[in-house]
Nanobody, 123 residues
Framework: QVQLVESGGGLVQAGGSLRLACAASGIIFSINAMGWYRQAPGKQRDLVARITTGGSTNYADSVKGRFTISRDNAKNTVYLQMNSLKPEDTAVYYC?????????????????WGQGTQVTVTS
């Protein structure tokens, strides 16, 4: 089965850096994109950054210029380098992978989430 294993979360002071990693295994479909979302207490889960297999990226406005998403397609691994962290970046960060698989003329979509990793930024 598909598994997404996240690592790299933790506690850091404002202005510091963290690097998250998410390794996907058991993939049985063609991956379209991998990304990171975050959810703070009492808030909805929002996109942080996303990268397609072709390398196209998009970022939340709040992290542009501070966060960088990258991907190792051969290893099905996505990274999020987070610099200049702020207390408002505190949240649980979730890895996501989506893709499709064709069986004959039938297309099936896939969408998976990791278990989440806590990022806490203190002021």
């Amino acid at each position: 089965q598909v598994q997404l294993v996240e690592s790299g979360g933790g506690l850091v002071q404002a202005g510091g850096s963290l690097r998250l990693a998410c390794a996907a295994s058991g993939i049985i479909f063609s991956i379209n994109a991998m990304g990171w979302y975050r959810q703070a207490p009492g808030k909805q889960r929002d996109l942080v950054a996303r990268i397609t297999t072709g390398g196209s990226t998009n970022y939340a406005d709040s992290v542009k210029g501070r966060f960088t998403i990258s991907r190792d397609n051969a290893k099905n691994t996505v990274y999020l380098q987070m610099n200049s962290l702020k207390p408002e970046d505190t949240a649980v960060y979730y890895c996501n992978v989506d893709g499709v698989r064709f069986t004959g003329a039938t297309m099936r979509s896939y969408d998976y989430w990791g278990q989440g990793t806590q990022v806490t930024v203190t002021s």
